[in-house]
């Protein structure tokens, strides 16, 4: 049986939580009311994971605690929205996961169950272990692909049908990013044909090259959430994704006609800079699977990104100076 420590000052979700979490049997809960006491708890007894809903102030101490203590343990962050810097700060100090804690309470701990069942997991059989070899093969082809690929391949095409390849029951939208004119222009709009024509009806075109600009606070905002270089539930609808720039009535038809749920968001990152956005929906009541495999895959993307602008540019720069020497 699995031990799980669950730190939270509100002594009804520590209730829920220790009932929720442990009806199954495979898990222990031991709860903490207090930073002290958590601490103390962690010092004393051997846990396999860490679930804490602290204060913000509290947030990278408990973490590095963790950390110092325990190695590798599992730490998720189940807190409600509204923290994001302080999220991404945990990210980038080693924070496993992080589940939203609002809306519906059974339903929240319904989520925190499934994300702790797949940290917790067991010793890998052989289907596990056949899966991870899949992973392993298809990340050698994608990186070789990219090695391969012609300066005028539709990068972004190639990414987002490779996304789509692994999640079939979900919904992708891949946006570049220029952090020169803060624009940011969609680039894939979902993967299949139905579904793209369902939105052709609602927004009365096609998605693909629709551009919305930001202003220098949300740039400094969007970038600092989407540099914590894993996926994130960073969208709360397809409106708010938009940036606004659709209509509401229209985004809330697309998602009840697609049964849209959750969105999961991770910035293609590399070297400092952000080069694209990569939007996962799933339908209602689903998760997102085969994550670390995404992740994994964006990051590889990240670097084929700026070694692509790279090569624009440069191409952009010799034929300036062409033109130049020509005239």
Not at 58 to 75: I, Y
Not at 280 to 300: C, N
């Amino acid at each position: 049986m699995a031990r799980l420590l669950y730190y939270d000052h509100d002594a009804a979700w520590r209730e829920r939580a220790g009932r929720s979490l442990s009806r199954d049997g495979t898990i222990r809960v031991v709860s903490a009311g207090t930073f002290a006491e958590a601490g103390s708890l962690f010092r004393e007894r051997k846990f396999e994971i860490v679930v804490a809903d602290p204060l913000e102030e509290e947030v990278l101490g408990l973490l590095s605690l963790v950390r110092a203590e325990g190695g590798p343990v599992p730490f998720i962050l189940f807190t409600k929205p509204g923290h994001e810097e302080i999220v991404i700060d945990a990210f980038n100090s080693g924070l496993d996961r992080f589940v939203e804690k609002s809306g519906n309470p059974e339903e929240r701990l319904d989520a925190l169950g499934r994300t702790v069942e797949r940290l917790v997991g067991q010793e890998p059989g052989p289907a596990s272990l056949h899966r991870q070899n899949e992973f392993l093969e298809f990340l050698s082809r994608t990186a070789m692909d990219f090695v391969r690929m012609d300066d005028d391949a539709d990068i972004y095409r190639y990414i987002g049908e490779q996304i789509a390849g692994f999640v079939p029951d979900s919904h992708v939208v891949l946006i570049s990013v220029d952090m020169e004119s803060l624009g940011l222009v969609v680039r894939i709009f979902l993967t299949d044909e139905p579904s793209r024509q369902i939105a052709r009806e609602e927004f009365g075109r096609d998605l693909v090259g629709h551009t919305m600009f930001l202003d220098t606070a949300s740039a400094q905002l969007i970038t600092t959430i989407l540099k914590c270089n894993q996926m994130v539930e960073g969208v709360t609808s397809a409106y708010h994704g938009f940036l606004r720039t659709l209509p509401e009535e229209a985004c809330n038809r697309l998602e009840e006609r697609l049964d849209l749920g959750k969105y999961y968001t991770m910035g293609c990152t590399c070297r400092g800079g952000l080069y694209g956005v990569v939007t996962i929906a799933v339908r209602k009541g689903a998760e997102l699977g085969d994550r670390e495999l995404i992740e994994a895959f964006v990051r590889q993307a990240s670097v084929a990104l700026l070694r692509h602008h790279a090569r624009r540019h440069l191409a952009e720069s010799e034929a300036r100076y062409r033109a130049v020497v020509e005239a």
